[in-house]
């Protein structure tokens, strides 16, 4: 960050990079990379995958200074300038230098231009408006550079202001501070947030979805969290009360044990009370279906997991629900438990997560026909009922075992429909 500059970046010097760079600086025309790529670059917050880039070109030139570099070109959103070159598999965004003419909390109708500093003033923070040339030097109309050295994250110029042009920017605020801010997060920046709240709800479900999860995961998420919480935004995200104290004792464990967050162990932690709020909340927050279904497990109440639940037991959970459910139940029952998240019964049941393998059940439905089971529900049901019984003895019985015990069904089966 000394050097303000991003050419040792590893993002910068790939040559997707630089042909979207040499692509788009030419005929008079400028293009920078801009917002997270150069802002983690200066932070050397780990690899970037995606690179934005800003440019003076109007969208119809984007496409055509591609088309002639030999680039494919989209219009992801040409209405707001955006149109998306693809280099080598990889997508870059490219916008044109814009400012806002209208809002409605939601969308914004542009005006295209070729100013720096009008662009960065209708960006949302002062670190997401930082610019990095074709030579990789860092340029930061507003501040961005000291925010980012102090671990700020503030609002450019009037918080309230920047929330009602799109009010996606009030949960924008606490996962960027969760992530960068190094103190306390800025004052002015939750009081807007507070005194703007209900624009939260002329959001989708689907954009709030996206920045809940990431916040939940988020470095400092438990004091967003609180803070969220406390005024009154969480209630407005998930239609109820909160779990909060089992939230924070699940991301106590979790970096105990140094495991990486899981936004939908940390969403149940935070959200479920019974059975039944698993099916709201998925309806409320539009979960994918994996995301859904896998939420609904974890408020099963059945098979019970604890960690004396003894080997047996926990191996059972383990082969019916598999291993990342599993360790989903186990943590959350763990932060319900309120024991340490240095307790060794607990770990030794996570750590069973880790090392167990799934056993093979050794009998299928062509073993009990050649039994003489007709094939239909009866054989899938005695299949069922003979794994049942696999399991429950701890997996030891064997393949001639289980047989006999399918045999002597079939065999009772056969005499009672003699009898008849």
Known sequence: MESFSVAAADWFFRPATQAVFASLNREGF?????????????????????????????????????????????????????????????????????RDISTDGR????????????????????????????????HDPLGGLDDLRAGRVRFIRDAGERIREDYLRILRFFRFSADYAAGEFDREGIEAAIRERLGLLRLSRERIRMELLRILVARRAPEAIEIMDESGLLLLLLGGTSRRARFDRLCRIEEALNLAPDPIFRLAALSLFVEEDAARIAERLRLSSRESEDLLRLSALEPQIAAHSGRRALEACLYRIGPRLYLGRLLLTWAGARDSPEDPHWRSAVELAHRWQRPLFPVGGADLIALGWEPGPALGEALKRLEGLWVEGGFAASKK???????????????TNHGE
């Open 107 to 138: 969308h914004a109708v542009v005006a295209f231009g070729n100013d720096w500093a009008l662009d960065a003033g209708r960006r949302d923070f002062t670190i997401n408006a930082l610019y990095a040339d074709i030579m990789g030097r860092v």
């Open 30 to 98: 400028e293009a920078r990379a801009v917002g997270g790529a150069v802002r983690n670059a200066l932070l050397r917050a780990g690899a970037v995958s995606e690179v934005d880039f800003a440019t003076t070109a109007t969208p119809g030139e984007v496409i055509r200074l591609a088309a002639e570099a030999g680039i494919r070109a989209y219009p992801s959103g040409i209405e707001h300038g955006t149109v998306t070159l693809v280099v080598e598999g990889n997508p870059f965004e490219v916008t044109t230098l814009r």
């Open 401 to 415: 075992d289980l047989l006999n015990i399918a045999a002597s069904w079939h065999d009772s089966k056969a005499n």
